[in-house]
């Protein structure tokens, strides 16, 4: 338990945040009737892909149903990934939402299924719930006693020498019925200096790992200073008894349970990365601790979400095991994007729709997508421009509405901070037809790309010329 406490606590970190292809994406924009709005969350346009996302998204928060797959299907640039982000979003953090692309399982050191399984228990929550001891109060005074080296240094602060561990104190909590003084030993100090608790501040103690929570600054303090930061939680004064039982919820996956009990440096792994094969055995027994903790009531299992992208560069052995995987009464629900029609499954010599094995393709539900129309180029477009800070004027956003119909929504999406780069070189506050202009001459896009590649085809090296490898093969024969 001390592990999963820990495991638990390492999620609270801050997380930076950075601008991605995807970070504008905050839903599914539907309403409360599982109707999708037309601009929504970072969602524009693809109302029935995105109705129907609506249903799997219901589907998954009941948790009943095991062992169902989706198929994104649709071609590139058509909002897949941004469905399957709406989707992770939608469930929130408590649901597991893992993701994958399928190229990455042949470029690890792990075994194509040891890879898939890691990723199935990866997408797979365990709430555990346990019930601890805690003293919850509002802090009426906090007196630390310095060892007597500390006094004699002069000064209240202790010299470099001296540590929190030679220190003792009193700290005084109260509640709306009671108040008590505690003993403080030099660990107790140590948290409570780097929670920085002061008098005023309602705090929660963890008896039995001293960890200290600062739950806010109490409501009947509010007035001891004219200015508080923006961030400064004002609370009541905690009621009844200080000590309490409390019943604390970890959420963690399988796959981090797997690999604190199959690693020598257990909870480090996880951060390192190195999780390695993990045998069996492990796996069942982990199976089975969690089958009696959900039978004894102190755990509960989460369904979550497997995204895996690319889902053609599969191979028939990764399709197979699927098949059986999805037959788990643990399996997550399995979300798969592809942007392929009729091709080869990866290796063998038989051509499929999407590339996928007929009895895979079988147990789908396909969702399909389609081209974007000028209108919702133009609202992603706005939403882009916003998520990025980029100003652009009226006429600029129109051409590059018009550049995106011609040439492709991604190309058009780079050109925004590109052309955000020449507007400031020329000094200027907001982009203008003219940036969009000299950016679109720098950077080409597919088909331009294709067709200067035909002109200068014989410039570069190995070029294979039609005509020419003719002529070759009929001088050798």
Same mark, same amino acid.
């Given at each position: 338990?001390?592990?999963?406490?820990?495991?638990?606590?390492?999620?609270?970190?801050?997380?930076?945040?950075?601008?991605?292809?995807?970070?504008?994406?905050?839903?599914?924009?539907?309403?409360?009737?599982?109707?999708?709005?037309?601009?929504?969350?970072?969602?524009?346009?693809?109302?029935?892909?995105?109705?129907?996302?609506?249903?799997?998204?219901?589907?998954?928060?009941?948790?009943?149903?095991?062992?169902?797959?989706?198929?994104?299907?649709?071609?590139?640039?058509?909002?897949?990934?941004?469905?399957?982000?709406?989707?992770?979003?939608?469930?929130?953090?408590?649901?597991?939402?893992?993701?994958?692309?399928?190229?990455?399982?042949?470029?690890?050191?792990?075994?194509?299924?040891?890879?898939?399984?890691?990723?199935?228990?990866?997408?797979?929550?365990?709430?555990?719930?346990?019930?601890?001891?805690?003293?919850?109060?509002?802090?009426?005074?906090?007196?630390?006693?310095?060892?007597?080296?500390?006094?004699?240094?002069?000064?209240?602060?202790?010299?470099?020498?001296?540590?929190?561990?030679?220190?003792?104190?009193?700290?005084?909590?109260?509640?709306?019925?009671?108040?008590?003084?505690?003993?403080?030993?030099?660990?107790?100090?140590?948290?409570?200096?780097?929670?920085?608790?002061?008098?005023?501040?309602?705090?929660?103690?963890?008896?039995?790992?001293?960890?200290?929570?600062?739950?806010?600054?109490?409501?009947?303090?509010?007035?001891?200073?004219?200015?508080?930061?923006?961030?400064?939680?004002?609370?009541?004064?905690?009621?009844?008894?200080?000590?309490?039982?409390?019943?604390?919820?970890?959420?963690?996956?399988?796959?981090?349970?797997?690999?604190?009990?199959?690693?020598?440096?257990?909870?480090?792994?996880?951060?390192?990365?190195?999780?390695?094969?993990?045998?069996?055995?492990?796996?069942?027994?982990?199976?089975?601790?969690?089958?009696?903790?959900?039978?004894?009531?102190?755990?509960?299992?989460?369904?979550?979400?497997?995204?895996?992208?690319?889902?053609?560069?599969?191979?028939?052995?990764?399709?197979?095991?699927?098949?059986?995987?999805?037959?788990?009464?643990?399996?997550?629900?399995?979300?798969?994007?592809?942007?392929?029609?009729?091709?080869?499954?990866?290796?063998?010599?038989?051509?499929?729709?999407?590339?996928?094995?007929?009895?895979?393709?079988?147990?789908?539900? /396909?969702?399909?997508?389609?081209?974007?129309?000028?209108?919702?180029?133009?609202?992603?477009?706005?939403?882009?421009?916003?998520?990025?800070?980029?100003?652009?004027?009226?006429?600029?956003?129109?051409?590059?509405?018009?550049?995106?119909?011609?040439?492709?929504?991604?190309?058009? /999406?780079?050109?925004?901070?590109?052309?955000?780069?020449?507007?400031?070189?020329?000094?200027?506050?907001?982009?203008?037809?003219?940036?969009?202009?000299?950016?679109?001459?720098?950077?080409?896009?597919?088909?331009?790309?294709?067709?200067?590649?035909?002109?200068?085809?014989?410039?570069?090296?190995?070029?294979?010329?039609?005509?020419?490898?003719?002529?070759?093969?009929?001088?050798?024969?």
């Amino acid at each position: 338990m001390a592990e999963l406490k820990r495991l638990s606590e390492s999620r609270d970190l801050t997380r930076i945040e950075r601008i991605g292809a995807h970070s504008h994406i905050r839903g599914l924009g539907l309403d409360s009737s599982l109707e999708a709005r037309d601009s929504s969350e970072g969602m524009v346009g693809q109302l029935p892909a995105r109705r129907a996302a609506g249903l799997i998204l219901q589907l998954i928060r009941q948790g009943k149903i095991a062992g169902r797959a989706v198929l994104l299907a649709g071609q590139p640039g058509t909002g897949k990934t941004a469905l399957a982000m709406g989707i992770a979003k939608s469930l929130g953090a408590e649901t597991p939402f893992a993701s994958v692309a399928a190229s990455e399982l042949f470029s690890l050191d792990l075994s194509k299924t040891e890879a898939l399984t890691q990723a199935f228990r990866r997408s797979i929550g365990v709430r555990i719930k346990e019930e601890v001891e805690i003293i919850e109060g509002e802090v009426v005074e906090i007196s630390i006693d310095r060892p007597v080296s500390a006094a004699a240094a002069g000064g209240s602060s202790a010299p470099s020498g001296v540590t929190a561990a030679g220190k003792t104190g009193r700290l005084t909590l109260k509640t709306t019925d009671m108040e008590t003084v505690y003993e403080l030993g030099g660990k107790m100090i140590e948290a409570l200096g780097k929670e920085k608790v002061q008098s005023g501040d309602v705090v929660a103690l963890d008896k039995a790992s001293g960890k200290v929570t600062k739950l806010g600054r109490s409501i009947g303090r509010s007035r001891d200073y004219d200015a508080v930061g923006p961030h400064t939680k004002f609370v009541k004064c905690p009621e009844g008894e200080l000590q309490k039982r409390k019943e604390v919820v970890h959420c963690v996956t399988l796959h981090e349970i797997d690999v604190i009990n199959s690693r020598t440096q257990g909870f480090l792994a996880l951060f390192t990365g190195d999780t390695g094969e993990i045998r069996a055995e492990v796996r069942e027994q982990i199976d089975t601790k969690v089958a009696e903790w959900r039978e004894e009531g102190k755990a509960e299992i989460v369904p979550g979400v497997l995204f895996i992208d690319e889902v053609h560069m599969l191979d028939i052995e990764c399709f197979s095991f699927l098949n059986r995987a999805l037959e788990n009464d643990m399996a997550p629900i399995l979300v798969i994007a592809t942007n392929r029609g009729i091709t080869s499954i990866r290796g063998t010599n038989y051509r499929s729709p999407h590339g996928i094995p007929p009895d895979f393709l079988d147990r789908l539900l /396909i969702i399909t997508t389609q081209a974007y129309a000028e209108d919702d180029i133009r609202k992603i477009l706005d939403i882009r421009c916003d998520e990025e800070d980029v100003e652009m004027s009226a006429d600029a956003k129109v051409l590059l509405t018009k550049i995106g119909v011609e040439t492709s929504l991604r190309y058009a /999406i780079h050109l925004i901070t590109s052309a955000a780069l020449a507007c400031q070189k020329r000094k200027g506050k907001i982009v203008e037809m003219e940036d969009i202009s000299r950016v679109y001459q720098l950077f080409l896009d597919v088909k331009r790309s294709t067709q200067y590649l035909m002109e200068y085809q014989s410039q570069y090296m190995f070029n294979e010329v039609p005509g020419e490898a003719d002529g070759d093969d009929a001088m050798q024969s």
